[in-house]
């Protein structure tokens, strides 16, 4: 049984940084793929990031350039650091386990995940 556990949500202004952590256990970690999805109050699911076991990154449009995903293999963590944020950024953010092991690709919807964590929200005021 995986477990995953976001932490590092909060409240911040417009501009500012937060970094989400998400521990992980059950399976071995290095060979899965990892992401990050949100979900705003009345929108769908929404794909973030993710890194694949080989540490290929893949991130959605709206987050290029601002939002950073790592992994660390040794300590079966996963981190998302998120920079320049703003207020469309609000969400509840959850770590998520691909069912996939070993994909190194960049294809990546919630389907394709099998395990989540139970989110952890991020408020952006302007």
């Known amino acids: 049984q995986v477990q995953l556990v976001e932490s590092g949500g909060g409240l911040v202004q417009a501009g500012g940084s937060l970094r989400l952590s998400c521990a992980a256990s059950g399976r071995t970690f290095s060979s899965y793929p990892m992401g990050w999805f949100r979900q705003a109050p009345g929108k769908e699911r929404e794909f973030v990031s993710a890194?694949?076991?080989?540490?290929?990154?893949t991130y959605a449009d709206s987050v290029t350039g601002r939002f950073t995903i790592s992994r660390d293999n040794a300590k079966n963590t996963v981190t998302l650091q998120m920079n320049s944020l703003k207020p469309e950024d609000t969400a509840v953010y959850y770590c998520?386990?691909?069912?996939?092991?070993?994909?190194?690709?960049?294809?990546?919807?919630?389907?394709?995940?099998?395990?989540w964590g139970q989110g952890t929200q991020v408020t952006v005021s302007s």
């Open positions: 890194i694949s076991s080989n540490g290929r990154t």
């Open positions: 998520a386990q691909d069912k996939r092991r070993y994909y190194i690709g960049t294809d990546y919807n919630p389907a394709q995940f099998d395990y």
